[in-house]
């Protein structure tokens, strides 16, 4: 059940797709490819087009360069009501003056189905959505969640190619949102349908995806996995946007069998090197995640280590969050588990602590040019 | 949980009387501001209106009330057709404008914000020049030698000119023009109302542009359309100038009929009776409308 983008024919392809409102580029040269049966997730800011690209697969609106591609038919002259694209809207978009069976029964009657069929149909997407009995109600007479379940009830029973979900649990409170993701996600796998989901939630596209694409500016700047997404960002951007993170200055001190060497508050860390190798003396931006330091008492012998003074703890249930002074200007966002059997011990304000670097390995470097990328911006 | 409770029991009742008094203060000044317009009301809709009672129950020579007036007036032909004609041409006049005005609102919630002030100015403007100058306006414009049979003629489009001026069908248009603004504004409200996501979900689901637009947007739209009519068709009944301008005679309507009972004969009886049975079908019909318009209201506050 984990499809691979390469092998099937793509349900969905987007051939450099632009979108532009007079001198705004709202959707700047898009291209992906969905598989059958894919879970995509387009994450990214409010503002960085991911409404707007939406519309473009629906056919709401024209793009304005490059070509939507559906199961090898390219969408771009093709009537909206004609691509048979379910989409669900934030504000679900429940037909008011319609019962919820009229509502589920609206696109089936669009395309002639016969009445019996169409009742038949009714009844099993409500069973489906677990809201049988509710088929005379009224939306207005419908809680939030029961809402969103009937506008994925109506736009599941016409069997479309691809679905579309444009922030769909934005109007729900935090522990109704948690069981709907898990609740379409499961209705939509049991189905195979392919998805693509929008959301500026990025614990939300975690959770949820097969593939998550982060969108800034209009662009899909890196589009993978979560988990690589998490550990391998691919620029400063992501990094940022994704799980929190330390974002230190750096400096190139050299390379040596594979690993380079990288200054970072007077002390050296050896970080394996993955693609480019940088020149000495070049200013970089680490990225270390707070749960990649660890905090001891003693100085360790085996590794480098920076010596500071809790600043912050914060309990947070299962992990503790600290905030560590490195000499004057530099913070450290360090994240322990509580119950880890090593460091059960739990530090407080004003313990002085040896910061070191877990694994070298998930340390990533980034070019150091981004604006406003300083020591203090992990916090 | 053992601290004496007398202290706070005071404070608590002080500040209950300083919370009655605040209150008390407030209403009396409410009551202050609404004053002017209670009297104002009283003076010229409440008196005028029991006059118009008193006028119409009382005849000379009668001691008591009569409902003399009434009886003739109900048993008219003349009477009963020009009432019959006042109600048939406000409904006309009154889906003349919600043709127009419909696709126009529609129209309105798509556009941007030049066209949409070129919508509203164009079809507000109207209402900015007295009713005098506007028919007069429509006088030049339907007349034998005016703007349209100068088109027409010119394009072929009739041999002769058409009569259009002081018949019935040039008072629906010059009328139909001045109520479009009533019927638009309603109509705009109710439409910037929906979701425009409501018919991009019905496209979605497989209905063209139109089957989405008379499938969600015209049903969803019937409280603005209700309101807009009811508007329309309370202002056209009771219109005077436009139909005596632009009708010139040909015809009569109710408040011409009041006027002349009133101005002409002089007869204050006829004129008071004539104009509360005008008032109880103009009311029968709003009320009609509002209980038609109840049922096409969604949503919470309904049911
Ligand atoms: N109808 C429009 N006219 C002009 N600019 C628009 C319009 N719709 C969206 N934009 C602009 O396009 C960009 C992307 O918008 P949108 O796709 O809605 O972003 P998102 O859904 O990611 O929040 C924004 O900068 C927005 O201001
Ligand atoms: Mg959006």
Redesign the interface.
């Known amino acids: 059940m984990t499809p691979s983008p390469t092998n099937a024919r793509p349900d969905l392809r987007l051939v450099d797709v632009s979108r532009r409102y007079g001198p705004v580029t709202a959707v700047d040269r898009v291209s992906l490819d969905v598989a059958p049966g894919e879970f995509v997730t387009l994450l990214g800011p409010s503002g960085c087009g991911k409404t707007t690209l939406l519309k473009c697969i629906?056919g709401?609106l024209p793009p304005s360069e490059g070509q939507v591609v559906l199961r090898d038919e390219v969408m771009n002259d093709v009537?909206?009501?004609?691509?048979?694209?379910?989409?669900v809207?934030?504000?679900y978009?429940?037909?008011?003056?319609m019962t919820v069976a009229d509502n589920v029964a609206?696109?089936l009657r669009?395309?002639k189905r016969a009445r019996t069929a169409i009742a038949g149909r009714v009844q099993e997407m409500l069973r489906l959505v677990r809201l049988p009995g509710f088929a005379d109600r009224?939306p207005?007479?419908l809680s939030g969640g029961q809402q969103q379940r009937v506008a994925l009830a109506?736009?599941l029973a016409?069997e479309p190619v691809l679905l579309l979900l444009d922030e769909p649990f934005g109007a729900l409170d935090k522990k109704l949102r948690v069981e709907m993701q898990l609740e379409v996600k499961q209705l939509v796998a049991l189905l195979g349908m392919t998805t693509i989901f929008v959301t500026h939630d990025q614990e939300e596209a975690m959770r949820m995806s097969d593939r998550v694409a982060i969108m800034h500016a209009g662009r899909i700047v890196q589009c993978a996995a979560p988990e690589v997404i998490y550990d391998r960002p691919c620029d400063l951007f992501v990094a940022d946007f994704i799980g929190s993170s330390n974002l230190l200055d750096g400096r190139i001190r050299g390379t040596s069998a594979g690993r380079l060497r990288v200054e970072v508050a007077g002390v050296p860390l050896e970080v394996p090197c993955h693609a480019s190798v940088r020149p000495a003396g070049e200013d970089v931006v680490v990225m270390v995640r707070p749960e990649n330091l660890a905090l001891s008492e003693t100085w360790p012998s085996d590794r480098p280590a920076w010596a500071g003074v809790v600043s912050l703890a914060l309990h947070t249930g299962p992990v503790m969050e600290y905030e560590v002074v490195v000499g004057e200007t530099w913070r450290l966002r360090v994240s322990r588990p509580r119950m880890q059997v090593e460091s059960a011990r739990v530090w407080a304000k004003g313990d002085r602590v040896a910061v070191t670097v877990v694994d070298l390995k998930a340390v990533r470097i980034f070019h150091g040019d981004t604006a406003g990328a300083t020591s203090v911006r992990s916090l | 949980m053992d601290r004496p409770l007398e202290p706070r029991d005071q404070s608590l009742s002080t500040s209950g009387a300083r919370a009655r008094r605040a209150v008390w203060s407030r209403q009396l000044r409410l009551w202050q501001l609404v004053l002017p317009a209670t009297l104002f009301l009283v003076v010229y809709f409440v008196v005028p209106l029991g006059m118009l009672f008193y006028f119409s129950v009382r005849a000379p020579g009668v001691s008591g009330v009569t409902l003399v007036h009434f009886r003739k007036l109900l048993t008219d032909t003349f009477f009963l057709q020009t009432l019959g004609l006042s109600v048939r041409l406000s409904l006309e006049v009154t889906a003349v404008a919600l043709v127009l005005g419909f696709p126009l609102a529609y129209l309105y919630t798509r556009l941007g914000p030049v066209w949409r002030l070129a919508i509203l100015f164009v079809t507000l403007l109207p209402l900015l020049t007295s009713a005098v100058v506007r028919s007069f306006a429509w006088i030049v414009i339907l007349g034998k030698h005016g703007l349209i049979n100068t088109v027409f003629i010119g394009t072929g489009l009739t041999d002769g000119p058409v009569k259009l001026l002081f018949t019935l069908d040039g008072v629906r248009i010059a009328l139909a023009q001045v109520q479009l603004p009533f019927m638009l504004l309603p109509l705009i409200n109710a439409m910037e109302q929906l979701d425009p996501s409501l018919e991009h979900a019905a496209v979605s689901l497989g209905a063209s542009q139109a089957r989405a637009f008379f499938k969600v947007t015209v049903p969803l739209s019937a409280p603005g359309v209700v309101a807009g009519a009811i508007l329309s068709f309370a202002l056209t009944i009771s219109a005077f100038i436009t139909p005596v301008m632009v009708g010139g005679g040909s015809f009569n309507v109710m408040p011409t009929l009041i006027y002349q009972s009133a101005i002409v004969t002089l007869d204050w009886s006829t004129a008071s009776t004539t104009a509360l049975i005008l008032l109880v079908v103009a009311l029968a019909v709003v009320w009609g409308g509002m209980t038609l318009g109840r049922r096409f209201r969604y949503g919470p506050g309904s049911a």
């Open positions: 629906a709401f009537l909206p009501h004609l691509r048979n694209i379910g989409i809207f934030q504000h978009a429940l037909f008011p003056h609206f696109g669009m395309r009224y207005h007479q109506r736009v016409v």
